[in-house]
């Protein structure tokens, strides 16, 4: 190319290279589709640490009482820096179960969702006895109230619920969730308690003490009845103290293990759809082209793994950019996070990220790679619209997700390419029209030309004609037959006007000829 970059020519090694560029983009993107229920379950998931973090949740206008970044950014008293800290270190545990337990059900496909007391016109802010609930459908479930303490001592507080007239007796008949340091044998303690505090009872009785006894009695109950409501919060102190202290770090890193998770799952899926693809593939190879089963045998061990790895990569990035998108704040991006365009983030960037490359090695010019790039995009988003219907046709988990995005992408290529080179037909006809108008317009101008040089031509030269006609039949009238010399120098005149030259110019020249061998010119 005259004054740009070189393009390469090889047609056939060229187009052998790019069948196999869209081949194994079919193979990533039905990878990448077969992971789009798992990102889109993760990937909510996620929305759910999101909505933790910045106390909003954008899909439903709904603020929060309390979210990880406002809770950072608490005040914290000198006089009293350990107990303001460890207060807001509670409530960041609130707010960062609240989100896993969350995050948890929409990945196990549960309707059931947790909800802090203070976030639920049921209750108000700041209930006495209830942090938790959970609701189905808007309705608070009966039994799953629950209190969160996380205090310094266990055995304080198990005393200051179960004695008569404890301060926190108002706990009683809820769940109490514990840091999970706290929680290990909380339960065989409460037992030991009890047991005591019945053998304590039956001394004070019979010491004459009933009153006493009975106190210790009714304390030994409670503790039963403690026995059974301590429950695990699934956070621990330190825990609880890093989301106070480093909320966007915790966040990032709930994130990441739940990505991780989403991947692990991804890459099953991957290998699958992968494996199941270089199958047939290499089956087809071996049985049409004499393939070797050794060769196609490595050819699927490395196929499969990776589909595995990019089912991974696709699971786990989808997962993270939709949990981001469901929160955005723009209603263009949570739109697009209903779409299939999460799990399509790795397959655009491997895809496109080659089509960048070729252009940037002076593989392709300019028309080229945008040509390629059109394709692809186009190619991806009936491979996603054919997924889903795929997945209707075939209700088999990922199976018809990927089937539909394979037959997608195929067609959509086959169209793409067809009308492609439909417009590259018309623009070369556009041009050869531009080039066949442009020759016929000189054409004209030159015919033109020459019909005005023929005019001025014949005007001028048929006038001398006619007159030098006229006079040569006048000179001819006016000599004598005789006065031969005379006639010739006519003929010789008007001959010389017509372009030609006589052999003889006198009648002397004539009769010399005669005495000679020399042939009569005509």
């Known amino acids: 190319m005259p004054g740009g970059r070189e393009v390469s020519s090889s047609q056939g090694e060229g187009g052998d290279e790019r069948r196999d560029e869209i081949a194994e983009d079919k193979r990533r993107t039905a990878t990448a589709l077969s992971t789009s229920e798992t990102v889109s379950r993760y990937g909510s998931g996620n929305a759910e640490y999101i909505k933790g973090y910045t106390g909003v949740d954008n899909e439903t206008g709904q603020k929060f009482a309390k979210g990880l970044k406002g809770i950072a950014e608490g005040k914290v008293h000198p006089d009293f820096a350990e107990q303001n800290l460890k207060q807001q270190a509670g409530y960041s545990a609130e707010v960062a179960t609240t989100s896993r337990d969350n995050a948890e059900a929409i990945i196990a496909k549960s309707d059931v969702r947790v909800s802090r007391s203070d976030d639920l016109p049921h209750y108000g802010r700041n209930h006495t006895v209830i942090d938790r609930v959970k609701v189905l459908n808007g309705e608070i479930i009966e039994g799953t109230q629950s209190q969160m303490k996380f205090v310094g001592s266990r055995e304080n507080l198990f005393n200051d619920i179960t004695k008569p007239d404890g301060k926190f007796a108002r706990y009683r008949g809820v769940k109490l969730e514990l840091p999970s340091e706290q929680y290990e044998g909380a339960r065989d303690f409460c037992l030991e308690r009890a047991e005591k505090l019945r053998q304590n009872a039956l001394r004070a009785e019979q010491n004459g003490k009933p009153d006493a006894a009975q106190r210790l009695r009714e304390q030994a109950e409670n503790y039963d009845q403690l026995a059974d409501q301590v429950v695990d919060s699934g956070l621990t102190t330190e825990q609880a103290i890093f989301y106070r202290n480093h909320p966007k770090l915790a966040t990032a890193r709930d994130i990441a293990k739940t990505g991780h998770r989403a991947g692990m799952e991804g890459a099953k899926f ?22 070797h089963f050794g060769d196609a045998a490595k050819d699927l061990a490395l196929d499969t793994v990776k589909a ?23 209603t263009y991006a949570r739109a697009l996070a209903r779409t299939n365009a999460p799990a399509l983030a790795v397959q655009v960037v491997l895809s496109l990220g080659v089509s960048v490359n070729r252009y940037v090695q002076g593989e392709i010019d300019e028309a080229q790679f945008l040509g390629e790039v059109g394709e692809k995009g186009a190619g991806m988003l009936s491979g996603a619209m054919f997924a889903a219907l795929g997945q209707i046709a075939i209700p088999i988990p990922f199976v018809g997700a990927a089937v539909g995005s394979m037959i997608g992408y195929t067609l959509s290529s086959m169209f793409y390419q067809a009308a492609l080179g439909a417009a590259r037909d018309v623009a070369a006809a556009k041009a050869n029209l531009a080039r066949v108008i442009e020759i016929e317009t000189a054409a004209r101008a030159e015919i033109e030309k020459q019909r005005v040089a023929l005019d001025d031509f014949m005007r001028k030269e048929f006038s001398e004609l006619e007159r030098e006609t006229r006079e040569l039949f006048a000179s001819i009238a006016r000599h004598d037959a005789g006065d031969v010399d005379a006639f010739t120098a006519d003929i010789n005149s008007y001959a010389n006007l017509l372009g030609a030259q006589l052999q003889f110019k006198s009648q002397m020249e004539f009769d010399q000829f005669m005495t000679t061998n020399e042939s009569l010119r005509l």
């Open 270 to 291: 991957g290998a699958v759809i992968g494996g199941s693809i270089s199958i047939i593939t290499n089956a087809f190879a071996i049985a049409q082209e004499g393939k």
């Open 308 to 330: 595995g790895g990019i089912g991974y990569a696709t699971a786990f990035t989808g997962s993270a950019i939709k949990g981001a998108m469901q929160q955005s704040g723009s």
